[in-house]
């Protein structure tokens, strides 16, 4: 069973933020001259580092998720795409496209990830924990 990240956890934090694509290269060194590169496969996953600012129950829902529900980083989950689930749908001239009830249509995007290299780092800012991490998206 995939196991769904936690709707009550808040989005990251935007000043952590960094993608890193997968390198899909194969080098080919030549004799002379510059190195040539051609594509080794075609799907490609990103390594994301981000973090969460979390108050002391969501620090508890977090903790779990990772402990218990991911065996300590070992299992996959499925991630709300924080730069795309939950905005608004736009029209071709930048407004929001609204239902009957004039609601904005949202648009709902997830991520199948694995916990990346750098497994949850705790700290403490306030009365809040951050915990920064790295997730693997797959393609």
Same mark, same amino acid.
């Given at each position: 069973?995939?196991?769904?990240?936690?709707?009550?956890?808040?989005?990251?934090?935007?000043?952590? *933020?960094?993608?890193? $694509?997968?390198?899909a290269?194969?080098k080919?060194?030549?004799?002379? =001259?510059? @190195?040539?590169?051609?594509?080794?496969?075609s799907?490609?996953a990103?390594?994301?580092?981000?973090?969460?600012?979390?108050?002391?129950?969501?620090?508890?829902?977090f903790?779990?998720?990772?402990?218990?529900n991911?065996?300590?980083?070992?299992?996959?989950? *499925?991630?709300p795409? $924080?730069?795309t689930?939950?905005?608004?749908?736009?029209?071709?001239? =930048?407004? @929001?496209?609204?239902?009957?009830?004039?609601?904005?249509?949202l648009?709902?995007?997830t991520?199948?990830?694995?916990?990346?290299?750098?497994?949850p780092?705790?700290?403490?800012?306030?009365?809040?924990?951050?915990?920064?991490?790295?997730?693997?998206?797959?393609?």
């Open positions: 069973m995939i196991h769904t990240w936690p709707d009550t956890l808040p989005r990251p934090e935007r000043n952590t *933020w960094q993608v890193q $694509p997968q390198d290269r194969r080919r060194q030549a004799d002379t =001259g510059l @190195p040539g590169y051609r594509r080794r496969w799907n490609v990103r390594t994301i580092s981000l973090s969460v600012l979390l108050s002391r129950s969501q620090k508890a829902v903790d779990q998720f990772f402990h218990l991911c065996a300590e980083g070992a299992d996959l989950f *499925w991630m795409d $924080p730069t689930d939950g905005w608004a749908l736009l029209s071709t001239d =930048g407004q @929001p496209l609204l239902v009957a009830e004039g609601q904005p249509l648009i709902s995007a991520w199948l990830c694995h916990w990346g290299d750098q497994l780092v705790e700290t403490i800012v306030g009365r809040e924990f951050r915990k920064t991490f790295s997730v693997v998206v797959m393609p």
